[in-house]
């Protein structure tokens, strides 16, 4: 052989060497890729987009544990949502689903967690300053009571009930207890179309039918009823 082809020869079984190797590399890769968007999908509420309960909970935690003393749970319920369902259908009533979970999340921000705990509840920890809360629940209520235009141009007004709790008020940094608190707040004050934020009260109030009952006399944001 010439030392040109031999020169060739060693170039091409070469170049076949790296084309062998990059095959398997290029398989994993998609493969990788494959997984990570599967283990991404899990994470999230197929309807909403927003985090399923337990990634929900352990970003939560994250953030609790690092801003505990800004940090405010916000527990958001859809008032009168099988009215939507019977009135416009269930296709209506998973457009304000989904609008209203787009709408809480550019509220919170891309640091917070926010969830969807279930049917039409709601919940967002992040971090929020004390001299920005009355402002920024502000906002949250105009967004959310903002009503929602269908494919078919049929409009859909909104109504939500919102209870919020945080470390300074309630005393503790404990994901379940705040929680607990913002649930009692966002009962005592369903309906109202205000933000009510709990105080130590609202860690002692009874369940009734599963849920926290509400007392008066809390704190609240936002437009009247």
């Known amino acids: 052989m010439t030392p040109a082809l031999r020169v060739h020869a060693r170039i091409g079984h070469r170049a076949l060497l790296v084309t062998a190797a990059a095959l398997p590399l290029t398989g994993w890769t998609v493969h990788a890729y494959t997984l990570h968007r599967q283990l991404a999908a899990s994470r999230r509420d197929p309807l909403t987009g927003l985090l399923r309960r337990d990634t929900y909970t352990a970003r939560a935690h994250r953030i609790l544990a690092r801003h505990g003393g ?20 269930h296709a209506a009533g998973d457009a304000v689903l989904a609008a209203t979970a787009d709408r809480l999340t550019a509220w919170a921000g891309p640091h917070a967690s926010a969830g969807r705990l279930g049917g039409d509840e709601f919940a967002v920890v992040l971090q929020l300053d004390v001299a920005a809360r009355g402002r920024r629940f502000e906002q949250l209520l105009r967004v959310l009571h903002t009503p929602v235009v269908l494919d078919d141009g049929r409009t859909v007004d909104v109504a939500v009930s919102v209870g919020a709790a945080a470390p300074d008020a309630i005393g503790t940094r404990d994901l379940s207890a705040l929680q607990r608190a913002a649930d009692a707040a966002l009962y005592a004050g369903k309906h109202s179309g205000r933000v009510t934020f709990a105080g130590p009260e609202h860690t002692a109030v009874p369940a009734v039918n599963g849920r926290r009952a509400g007392r008066p006399g809390t704190a609240t944001w936002g437009r009247a009823a």
């Open 70 to 89: 800004t940090a405010v749970v916000v527990l958001v319920d859809v008032d009168h949502f099988k009215a939507v369902n019977d009135t416009f259908g």
